[in-house]
């Protein structure tokens, strides 16, 4: 069990960590905000990755799909940074389920439900919906966060080998490849094909995360999505930038909504051309919405928000 009012004071101690998943994606946490050992930037890089790898193996360690530390941010603006590593100890970019857990224990320790950080430069909002009330800390009543991205996204689409494919940066390289609803099951097939386009020369040097998408039903404004995540090189549960591309892809690709009502509110910038949407992606570890704004004139996507359930499973101590 986890109680709110001892998770500030556990997390003061180096040695100790925090499970948690959102919607299936799960990560390690720890707090590194009075760390001496990481005050040294490159000493703090050297040593995460270690215990990125230490950690988040399935078999010697706690089981990760990456390691999750709240730093001080660097710009000394009295926000936090979110620091992320993958499973192999390598940077992986923007994890939006990542930061809906990352915003999620930072309101925990500051009783704070609007929550501002950094990661990788930029910064980002969230907002940490329910659960106030409760003393415990519950995985069966999760708390729901929603973040917003900063800046603007554009897809951009292309055949490769015959295949159509949509490439998306959502804080993170994305590839979405539209497949059959039957292929989402066949696990064998996502992690062959998954591992074969994630290396492709198409996508040199750094490689990409592979999402492969397909209709959830008659919904058009549903889809359902496996991603094959870099970094871990494997399915995992659910990938929140994977969702994200998806969304967008799944709007660029099909005109999803064109015509429908302008938003004209001072939200929109009283852009015209400007139109809201909202699209659920069903991935293996539940359900998450996307919701953004598509400028129909230069046709790209802003205001681009993830919001989706988190849940905080256990307390550890590391021993090495």
């Known amino acids: 069990m986890i109680y709110r009012s001892m998770l500030s004071e556990w997390l003061a101690d180096p040695s100790h960590l925090v499970k948690m998943h959102g919607s299936g994606n799960d990560f390690v946490m720890v707090d590194l905000r009075n760390n001496r050992a990481?005050?040294?930037?490159?000493?703090m890089d050297l040593n995460l990755r270690q215990l990125a790898v230490d950690l988040c193996d399935r078999h010697s360690g706690v089981g990760a799909d990456g390691l999750i530390g709240i730093a001080n941010a660097r710009e000394k603006d009295g926000e936090n940074e979110m620091i992320f590593k993958n499973p192999d100890g390598s940077d992986a970019g923007m994890c939006g389920n990542g930061a809906r857990c990352f915003a999620a224990l930072v309101s925990v320790l500051s009783g704070l439900r609007d929550i501002r950080f950094v990661m990788g430069g930029n910064r980002y909002q969230a907002t940490v919906f329910g659960g106030d009330d409760r003393a415990l800390l519950d995985g069966e009543f999760p708390e729901v966060v929603e973040i917003e991205f900063p800046g603007e996204i554009s897809v951009e689409h292309r055949v490769v080998e015959g295949q159509d494919l949509s490439m998306v940066y959502s804080g993170t390289e994305h590839v979405i490849v539209r497949t059959n609803p039957s292929r989402l099951d066949d696990v064998g097939y996502i992690r062959e094909r998954g591992s074969y386009w994630r290396s492709h020369d198409a996508f040199v040097p750094s490689g990409t995360n592979v999402n492969f998408m397909a209709p959830a039903g008659e919904d058009p404004w549903t889809c359902k999505v496996r991603t094959f995540e870099r970094g871990v090189e494997n399915l995992t549960l659910s990938?929140?930038?994977?969702?994200?591309?998806?969304?967008?892809?799944?709007?660029?690709?099909?005109?999803?909504?064109?015509?429908?009502?302008?938003r004209r509110s001072s939200d929109a910038g009283e852009a015209s051309g400007e139109s809201e949407f909202c699209i659920k992606v069903d991935q293996l570890g539940g359900t998450v919405e996307v919701s953004f704004l598509f400028d129909e004139q230069t046709k790209r996507y802003r205001r681009i928000r993830l919001k989706g359930p988190v849940a905080f499973v256990f307390m550890a101590q590391m021993l090495f």
């Open 38 to 43: 990481m005050d040294n930037n490159r000493a």
């Open 239 to 262: 990938c929140g930038t994977g969702a994200i591309a998806s969304a967008l892809a799944l709007h660029s690709e099909t005109g999803l909504g064109l015509g429908a009502k302008q």
